[in-house]
């Protein structure tokens, strides 16, 4: 008979957010699968729970998931959990999920701590839609396209972002959405924990202290549709619609292709009428 997968969510600061279900899980498994060991050792240690530990992060993710899956089809019940939160979200997780589906492994999911879900309900902005993101692109070029995307999506938005890539992340989002309100959630359930709720260029001013885990929320429930915006590029002259996407660090090509897109017209012939004007 097959074992089970438990993807048990751990605290993601406070030690004392992990469910009695997630501890009792700990204790009955046959191995634990943990983002990082020593650091999940710290947690056992804690809830005074011994039981052998496997490393299996983002890099070693492929090899050690062919290794538990036989396990678990050797009948072992295995615990996955990440280093902080929810495994699976950001987090290693999703790989085995798919492979134990395929192998008609049993999946139980343990609720608990996610980093995600506690930045929202704090940050005072609509919870009805909301979009979970997780970390924006590396690469500054598909960072630029995947702003650009989510600027259209009407919903509030759920960012995480390491401390080193905060202000950088401010000035591209202000660059992208605009002065838009945002949340900035430190140290969730920490002993530092706090909640930053303001403008981006007044938080930019403030210098926010850098320290910490950090999860962006932003107020992007706009009040003008995307077909009004339209309607208001369209009474510009085209030479105050170029100015709208220069203003946010556009190429020329990329604004000829967004104000052809936007009057639906031709790029050629937006192309043309610049060329002209040269």
């Given amino acids: 008979m097959n074992g089970i997968l438990y993807l048990v969510a751990t605290p993601i600061g406070n030690l004392e957010d992990i469910t009695l279900r997630g501890i009792n899980v700990l204790k009955n498994v046959d191995i634990i699968a943990a983002e990082d060991t020593r650091h999940t050792l710290k947690l056992l240690n804690h ?4 039981k052998p530990l496997i490393s299996y992060y983002k890099e070693n993710e492929n090899v050690k998931t ?15 959990v990440s280093d902080a939160g929810t495994p699976g979200i950001s987090d290693p997780g999703e790989e085995i999920v798919k492979e134990a589906i395929k192998n008609n492994i049993k999946i139980v999911p343990i609720p608990g701590a ?9 940050s005072g902005f609509s919870t009805k839609e909301f979009l979970f993101v997780g970390f924006l692109p590396n690469n500054k070029k598909e960072k630029k396209e995947k702003l650009r995307e989510l600027k259209e999506i009407n919903k509030t938005i759920i960012l995480y972002e390491a401390p080193h890539r905060l202000n950088k992340t401010l000035e591209d989002l202000k660059d992208s959405f ?20 303001e403008k981006i260029s007044k938080i930019m001013e403030n210098n926010v202290n850098t320290k910490g885990e950090f ?16 309607e208001i590029l369209n009474n510009l002259s085209l030479e ?6 220069k203003k946010q660090n556009y190429e020329k ?6 104000i052809a897109k936007d009057r639906n017209k031709n790029k050629n012939e937006i192309y043309q009428y610049f060329l002209k004007a040269e």
Avoid at 114 to 122: D, E, H, K, L, M
Avoid at 178 to 197: L, M, N, P, Q, Y
Avoid at 253 to 258: F, N, T
């Fill in 178 to 197: 605009g002065d838009v309100e945002v949340s900035i959630a430190r140290e969730i359930t920490k002993i530092h924990e706090e909640f930053i709720r």
């Fill in 47 to 50: 809830l005074n729970i011994s």
């Fill in 114 to 122: 996610c980093a995600a879900i506690n930045a929202v309900i704090g």
């Fill in 215 to 230: 999860v962006i929320v932003i107020n992007n429930n706009m009040e003008i549709k995307h077909t009004k915006i339209q």
């Fill in 253 to 258: 090509k990329e604004i000829i292709k967004l």
């Fill in 66 to 80: 062919e290794i538990l899956i036989k396990k678990l089809l050797d009948g072992e019940n295995i615990a996955l």
């Fill in 240 to 245: 105050e619609h170029y100015e709208y996407y």
